[in-house]
């Protein structure tokens, strides 16, 4: 009867180690979860951020090219034609 009772005992603290370990589990994965939507929030940030600057970055490269500057003179033509035939189109849309 004895050893009975040791072996349960035994079973409830193996029981209650893995209770502990397991709330320590979902704990821990509560906190990876917050911090992975942080981190994806940031991420979508940075993205964006990313996006404006490059854009302002095409602006001034092609704001020099038009001002004189020999590098990228093509790009800036061609810049330039596409505008054109954007407004070609809308004309042709407002004209309908």
């Not at 020999?70 to 505008?83: F, H, Q, Y």
């Amino acid at each position: 009867m004895g050893e009975l009772v040791k072996v349960v005992d035994s079973l409830e603290n193996k029981i209650s180690k893995l209770l502990h370990k397991i709330e320590l589990l979902q704990q821990s994965n509560t906190k990876l979860v917050n911090e992975l939507d942080h981190l994806k929030k940031d991420k979508v940030e940075v993205s964006n951020s990313i996006s404006v600057w490059e854009e302002r970055y095409n602006s001034l490269k092609l704001a020099n090219t038009m001002l004189g500057s020999s590098t990228d003179k093509t790009e800036a033509k061609l810049k330039i034609n596409t505008l054109i035939r954007e407004l070609d189109h809308c004309i042709a849309q407002l004209a309908e």
